[in-house]
């Protein structure tokens, strides 16, 4: 059974650091394309960063270098290192699994997914 549990969110200021983490099992954590997403009350889930089993890494407009996504494949955990949080980066933020897809990420991932954990929230005040 596959499970994925974040951990990390909390709350900041603007300008402020957080790291996410997300510990996954019941699945082979390497072979598959990873990735993170976001959900803010009222607006439409978007997703902010893939990395694939070869660990290239894709990142969504908005992240402006901001954001850093890797993944330990020996601890089968995700990362998410968010720095320079603006309010608008409030958030649910959801770690991922894309259904078989090889270990690749693909521009659709997000309407992909056969797995997503519980959330961790974000919360960044001006």
């Known amino acids: 059974q596959v499970h994925l549990v974040e951990s990390g969110g909390g709350s900041v200021q603007a300008g402020g650091s957080l790291r996410l983490s997300c510990v996954a099992s019941?699945?082979?954590?390497?072979?598959?394309?990873m990735g993170w997403f976001r959900q803010a009350p009222g607006k439409e889930r978007e997703g902010v960063a893939t990395?694939?089993?070869?660990?290239?890494?894709v990142y969504a407009a908005f992240v402006k270098d901001r954001f850093t996504i890797s993944r330990d494949n020996t601890k089968s955990t995700l990362f998410l290192r968010m720095n320079s949080l603006q309010p608008d980066d409030s958030a649910m933020y959801y770690c991922?699994?894309?259904?078989?897809?090889?270990?690749?990420?693909?521009?659709?991932?997000?309407?992909?997914?056969?797995?997503r954990g519980q959330g961790t929230l974000v919360t960044v005040s001006s």
């Open positions: 019941g699945f082979a954590f390497s072979d598959n394309c």
């Open positions: 991922a699994k894309r259904a078989s897809s090889a270990g690749y990420c693909d521009a659709g991932w997000i309407y992909a997914l056969d797995a």
């Open positions: 990395i694939d089993s070869s660990g290239k890494t």
